[in-house]
């Protein structure tokens, strides 16, 4: 018989991973060289160039900016979203950011996650963050 576990694939990533600076300004140049503009459409091409490393997925966003537009789609957020903190704990905790400096690894591996593998509370402080609303 088969079970959860056949179809379990503990290796898939809960989150994409981070590019560096340099991969992040490469995806969004094929983005905007392919006439990506609309920033909520840009960085979505940006995640997707840079997950799948398939530069034709910037058409595919091309295409579907044109036809929001041509649709009349309501305009973006203002602000536009931006990027304020992304770290998945690979190099550790930002010192002083975090509650938890604890790194730990999920029993069955692979997964590293802050604190404890148990229902501790971890908190985020950031007081350089820049005015937001929720």
């Not at 905790?93 to 971890?122: D, I, K, M």
Request: charged share 5%.
């Amino acid at each position: 018989g088969e079970s959860t576990a056949t179809f379990t694939n503990l290796n898939f990533p809960v989150a994409p991973p981070s590019p560096t600076p340099a991969q992040r300004q490469q995806a969004q140049q094929v983005c905007q060289n392919a006439g990506v503009t609309q920033i909520a459409t840009l960085w979505a091409c940006i995640t997707d160039v840079f997950v799948t490393n398939d530069t034709s997925s910037a058409s595919g966003a091309a295409a579907v900016q044109t036809s929001a537009q041509t649709q009349g789609t309501p305009p973006p957020p203002q602000p536009a979203p931006q990027s304020v903190y992304l770290v998945n704990f690979e190099a550790g905790a930002g010192a002083g950011e975090w509650s938890s400096q604890l790194r730990s690894t999920v029993p069955a591996g692979g997964r590293t996650f802050l604190g404890e593998f148990s229902n501790e509370t971890v908190s985020l402080t950031l007081p350089s963050l820049p005015p937001h609303t929720t």
